[in-house]
Structure formats: structure tokens, C-alpha cells
């Protein structure tokens, strides 16, 4: 069965740096396009960007250019999602969700705090 | 940027009566819409694709409907388990969401 295991919680710095990953499994990773989806509290998502797990191509929202970097290692069928720069504005629970142009299959998502 | 509009923001329903749940697209979005339902604390989970196809594993009182820039989602015979928030989304240029409708039980 698909599943795509997202790493625990993060309490960060502003102006640190965070590093997400998302594992997937129970599928052929280079198939499918993973893109990133951010959910501040009690709103509504944003898409980020996605990643091409077989080319390592990329496509950014505009609003999150400067602040994603999207990569993926296929030895370990894992994509990580690195945020720079971090504010209170980041803080956010982030999904990788796998593209097969919906999202059908979504990570259980990870809780990113951006405190002193 | 396409823009997603979901109404209402809010619905209380009681056990068995039909939901429904509208998304207005800013242009024609050509039947690439999704419908995802999400409970607290847990993540999204697709219901509907291509305006009107159910996922597998959903139940059939779910159902979408609509074209160009007007679709909604209908929920028969609502059940406690359909307490969540319900978000349109399209994939016809790029990806955005609508806002979301939260579904409680009257």
C-alpha cells in the first residue's frame, strides 16, 4: 500500500533553517511527482512547489520561491522539503502528497514552530 | 492565479439530511477539480477527482458534479463520521484550494 512517512515535529529558531523529509514506499517513486502543501493553523493549504523524483526538476509557487528548496534522494525513495529564513509566518503543519495531477496520496503531515 | 471560492464556510447539519457544498473558480478550471475531506488532526483525503469521480474506497453518498467554473460536492444521508472540513481544489493550471467548509453536526 502507498505510503509516504513524513519525520517528526520541528521547534526551530527564527531565522533558522529546517530540513522535512518524506519517505515513501508501496510504489515505484520515480512514477509520481511529490509536492509539498503548507497548513497554517486553522486555514486553509497552500501548494508550494513540486519535485520530479526522476529528474530532480522543480516548479515553485511564486510565494514560496525564496524560501523552499525542494530535493529528493531516489537510493532511499525519500524528498525532503528545506525551509530558510525562518519566521513566525512559517510556522505550519507541511504535507508531501503524491501527484497523479490530484493529490491521491498525502503524508500525515509535520508541525513546524518557528519560536526563540 | 486561478482563485477558489467555497461556500459556505460553515454548515451545521443533522444525521441524514444532504449536504451540499458549492466551489466557483476565478476562470474555466474544464472539470479539473478535486474535493478532499479532512478531520482534526489528520491529513487531507481525496473524495472526488475530474469533478465527479469518486475515489476508491469512498463511500457512494458522496458525489461532485459541475463544469466550467462552478462545481459542488453533495453528501447523502450524512453520517457522524462526515463531521471534517471539505476543500475544492484545482489542478487545471497549477493547484490551489478554496478555503474550506467546516461540516458540523446540528
Known amino acids: 500500500q502507498v505510503n509516504l512517512l513524513q519525520s517528526g515535529a520541528a521547534l526551530v529558531k527564527p531565522g533558522a533553517s529546517v530540513k522535512l523529509s518524506c519517505k515513501a514506499s508501496g510504489y515505484t517513486f520515480t512514477d509520481y511527482y511529490i509536492h509539498w502543501v503548507k497548513q497554517s493553523h486553522g486555514k486553509s493549504l497552500e501548494w508550494i512547489g513540486y519535485?520530479?523524483?526522476?529528474?530532480?526538476?522543480?516548479n515553485y509557487n511564486e510565494k514560496f520561491k525564496s524560501k523552499a528548496t525542494l530535493t529528493v534522494d531516489k537510493s532511499t525513495n525519500t524528498a525532503y522539503m528545506e525551509l530558510s529564513r525562518l519566521t513566525s509566518e512559517d510556522s505550519a503543519t507541511y504535507y508531501c502528497?503524491?501527484?497523479?495531477?490530484?493529490?491521491?496520496?498525502w503524508g500525515q503531515g509535520v508541525m513546524v514552530t518557528v519560536s526563540s | 492565479d486561478i482563485r477558489m471560492t467555497q461556500s459556505p464556510a460553515s454548515l451545521s447539519a443533522s444525521l441524514g439530511e444532504t449536504v451540499n457544498i458549492e466551489c466557483l473558480a476565478s476562470e474555466d478550471i474544464y472539470s479539473d477539480l478535486a474535493w478532499y475531506q479532512q478531520k482534526p488532526g489528520k491529513s487531507p483525503q481525496l473524495l472526488i477527482y475530474?469533478?465527479?469521480s469518486l475515489q476508491n474506497g469512498v463511500p457512494s453518498r458522496f458525489s461532485g458534479s459541475g463544469s466550467g467554473t462552478q462545481y459542488s460536492l453533495k453528501i447523502n444521508s450524512l453520517q457522524s463520521e462526515d463531521v471534517a472540513t471539505y476543500f475544492c481544489?484545482?489542478?487545471?493550471?497549477?493547484?490551489?484550494f478554496g478555503g474550506g467548509t467546516k461540516l458540523e453536526l446540528k
Open positions: 519535485i520530479n523524483p526522476n529528474s530532480g526538476y522543480t
Open positions: 481544489q484545482q489542478y487545471n493550471n497549477y493547484w490551489t
Open positions: 475530474n469533478a465527479n
Open positions: 502528497t503524491r501527484e497523479g495531477d490530484y493529490f491521491d496520496y
